[in-house]
């Protein structure tokens, strides 16, 4: 598995977890998982062969958000951000959130301007100004020029 989670330890003996890919779901529970390299190898309980666990390739693995960690201070799940109003410091409308990604740069703010255009805003101090849970929106104060390299969604 790549991991797209910064809990990979999450990953242990008995964990449950829902496999989807497009539209289709699936309950699983981890029956082992080992590190191997940049990734996780895993065992499920009833996937008994090679065919079986190929049949599960490019699908995603989701936990309940009753059983995600508590995230640490100062950090962010995309899911709960992911459609909050973006405006900067006065309060004018940038745009939403559209998602939040780690990358070898660091973690990556996309927005989603009220034109439909994609803009991709490092997720850092001095640009991130707050994210207002409470308000459900966030502050930013981008760069000058930043958003005038909005691309096509």
């Known amino acids: ?3 797209a989670t910064d809990f990979p330890e999450r990953f242990e003996s008995g964990t449950r977890v829902t496999w989807r890919r497009e ?20 065992r499920f309980e009833g996937i008994a062969d090679v065919e ?7 699908g ?5 958000e009753t059983d995600a960690f508590p995230a640490p201070e100062g950090y962010h799940y995309a899911h709960e ?10 309060g004018a409308a940038l ?6 990604e780690t990358t070898a ?3 990556l703010l996309t927005v989603r301007t009220p034109e439909g255009k994609i803009v991709l805003v490092p997720f850092v101090a001095g640009i991130v100004v707050r994210v207002d849970a409470p308000g459900r929106r966030i502050v930013l104060d981008p760069p ?9 969604s």
């Open 52 to 58: 079986g666990a190929k049949r599960l390739s490019g």
């Open 144 to 152: 000058g020029g930043l958003f005038d390299l909005a691309t096509d």
């Open 81 to 90: 951000i992911r459609g909050w109003p973006c405006v900067d410091a006065g």
């Open 95 to 100: 745009g939403e959130a559209a998602e939040l």
């Open 23 to 42: 539209a289709q779901e699936r309950a699983l529970v981890v029956a082992s998982a080992r590190p191997h390299g940049r990734r996780v190898l895993l």
């Open 1 to 3: 598995m790549d991991l």
């Open 60 to 64: 995603e693995l989701l936990v309940p």
């Open 105 to 107: 740069a660091g973690p």
